[in-house]
């Protein structure tokens, strides 16, 4: 059974502990760059640029801030007393990934507005896609601050996390190594750049909400496993 209270309790926690760490804070608002600097270009329209300022977005303050809180709470030991409370996994998981999660919609719904992107007119199904993507994020970020020892190790550890999941579209057109380029396109930043595409044509996305629906499950997975390993450990 999930506590709501413990969970509130957890995210409580996390609020403090973030709102005294200026690193995290300045981190979280990088994506706001990138998108003032395409905006400048002119690029206003649903486009892979777009697509690639909210992949971005959510890789950095998704991904590095949810796996830097984590990775301080280890410089801490604080994260020993969470695991071996009361909590079960699905609230530990929960209650660390709230604030993250809720800091990255923030971030992604002002870098559209300073970048200047026009939503589709299927909002739905798009917005569907950016919270499967969200999800990814936040699980890969989990996992990167379990299995790292400092906050410094997250970011050496987070880079490759940075240019594979959150450039992936433009390593594959710079790269002209078929295996390379098949293996890219099954990487989410590709798959909702294909969402964004087919909505714009009319054709089906089916099959990229069938991709990022099955990355987000074994992520997820992947993350509970990681910390019932660490409770254990």
Known sequence: MISVKRIQAVVTKDYKDLMKNSYMLSTALMPLLFAYLFSREGGAEISAMMVLCVTLTMVIVGSFIQAAMIAEEKEKNTLRGLLLSPLNIGELFIGKSILSAALTVIMVAVVILVGGFTLPEQT????????INLIIYIAVGTILGLVSRTVMETSVAGLPVLLILGMGSLFRSLLDVEWITTVFEYL??????????HLSTGESVASSFIILSVWAVVSVVVAGLTFKKRRFD
């Open 188 to 197: 989410p930043d590709y798959q909702l750049t294909q969402i964004v595409e």
């Open 124 to 131: 739905g199904i798009f917005t569907t896609a950016l919270v």
